[in-house]
């Protein structure tokens, strides 16, 4: 297996994130969906199975690792071809030799980083030689591959999505750098749990920047009779942020969150915006915030106000759109209007009700008269029988029912007397008193 790299690097002072690239799958940490025991992209590298693929993720998942342990383990020319340093020219030249490699037999592997930089007719000068099977394409990418990558080119490629690595994923992807000789394992270094914690909390997800960080905090620690004491102040001064301290099961974390829901449900808006703040200084991923304000605002505040389901997805847009720190006016927003809204778990009380009778009775049919009748045979059958069209109806109601026979009689939704619910609550009880009726 031969390597090529059209950006070869010197290895002197190389940074410890790539000191520490796992050169296994035994050493690669989270992607478990991808490559545990058994999983398809596993067998595809261990059986030298390779077929044109993009690797979809955050940055520092291991998009490039994974394509370096491809290298290792393929008996092909490798070649690392970089789309930010890379034209239509070199393109050519390394399609010309794939090419010449193809008549001799020998199969190339082509990776692609940020093939998402490539314009339309760079990737189009990729498509002839992966149809041909001169190349086997490898490309990594940030973006959506749906829109980012061209469509002739993307439905000859597998796509695999990576996802940003767990707070356990980077701690053990730092305490190997702590132990291996490539890392710190030869100097006495001294550094807590709760410290390791704090990088991998503050990392959200991205490997890279963990090593990173416990890079810069090692430079910057004090040493003393040969010791280095890595301190929580030591990494505050790195990230520039106050760390949460996360224990081994994320305790913290999940209490923050807690506090923060519960706040808000409570109608408290200065509790609700002071445990925001808390996880939001302390490195929590602003969208992980932003996606619990989203369940918040149907749980919690449902009906009673449905604008606050858009004031939620709208801060979750611009939070993703603008990033820390300028989006923290944004989640703030979204919070004390989550806390000054009127509650009602309405909502959350009738789906649990219904997902219990739905699961204790999941062979109840559908009544023939709200079944459609697309076939002869169908409507001959009974299909769409004595359905009535509610809009030709007076107030567009009919007292036809929608339940099963067996379920005919049961309510989920049963508005509270809160905000625009009330008013819900008052046209609902009128309609089932006149169905009753009826």
């Given amino acids: 297996m031969d390597q090529l790299s059209l950006n070869d690097e ?3 002072a190389m940074p410890l994130a790539n000191r520490l690239r796992p050169e296994s799958l035994e050493d690669f940490a989270g992607q478990k969906h991808l490559i545990g025991e058994g999983m398809i992209l596993r067998r595809l590298i261990e059986n030298d199975q390779i077929t044109s693929m993009i690797f979809w993720g955050p940055p520092g998942v291991g998009k490039t690792t994974l394509a370096s342990i491809i290298a290792a383990k393929t008996h092909a020319r490798f070649i690392n071809f970089s789309a930010v ?12 030799a794939s090419e010449r490699a193809r008549l001799m037999g020998e199969k190339t592997v082509l990776f692609v980083d940020e093939i998402h930089r490539f314009n339309k007719a760079q990737q189009d000068a990729f498509l002839p030689y992966v149809e041909r099977g001169s190349i086997i394409l490898i490309g990594a990418t940030t973006e959506n591959p749906s829109f980012e990558v061209n469509s002739a080119l993307l439905s000859r490629c597998k796509v695999f999505v ?43 997800g991205d490997a890279r920047m963990a090593l990173n960080t ?7 620690a ?35 969150i807690s506090a923060l829901h519960k706040s808000m449900r409570n109608s408290d808006p200065d509790a609700a915006m002071y445990w925001l703040a808390r996880m939001l200084e302390a490195g929590e991923e602003p969208l992980y915030v932003a996606r619990r304000m989203i369940r918040f605002a149907s749980e919690d505040v449902g009906l009673a106000d449905s604008n606050a389901l858009r004031v ?18 944004n989640l703030a927003h979204a919070c004390v209007y989550l806390s ?28 023939l008269h709200i079944r459609n009748a697309p076939t002869k045979l169908m409507d001959e059958l009974g299909y769409g029988a004595g359905y009535q069209y509610a809009h030709d109806y007076e ?17 989920y939704y049963e508005p509270s007397e809160e905000g625009m619910e009330a008013k819900i609550k008052q046209r609902l009880d009128a309609i089932r008193k006149w169905r009753n009726e009826k």
């Fill in 10 to 12: 010197n290895d002197v």
């Fill in 395 to 411: 107030g567009h109601i009919t007292k036809m029912t929608c339940l099963p026979d067996s379920l005919k009689d049961k309510h």
């Fill in 222 to 256: 004090e040493t003393k009779d040969g010791i280095i004491t890595v301190t929580k102040e030591n990494i505050e001064q790195c990230t520039s942020k106050k760390s949460l301290l996360y224990d081994k099961d994320g305790e913290e974390h999940y209490n923050l």
């Fill in 340 to 367: 000054m809204a009127p509650k009602s778990n309405a909502l959350d009380a009738g789906y649990m009700k219904a997902k219990e009778d739905a699961q204790k009775m999941m062979a109840e049919p559908v009544p």
């Fill in 162 to 204: 990576l996802k940003e690595l767990s707070v356990e994923d980077l701690k053990e992807v730092l305490y190997r750098a702590i132990k291996s000789p490539k890392g710190f394992g030869s100097e006495r270094l001294e550094i807590s749990d709760d410290c390791v914690g704090m990088i991998a909390a503050f990392a959200n």
């Fill in 214 to 220: 416990l890079e810069m905090a090692v430079l910057n």
């Fill in 85 to 96: 340093t890379s034209g239509i020219k070199e393109i050519k030249e390394v399609m010309a």
């Fill in 312 to 329: 939620a997805l709208n801060a979750y847009d611009a939070a993703h759109y603008i990033g820390m720190p300028e989006c923290t006016v």
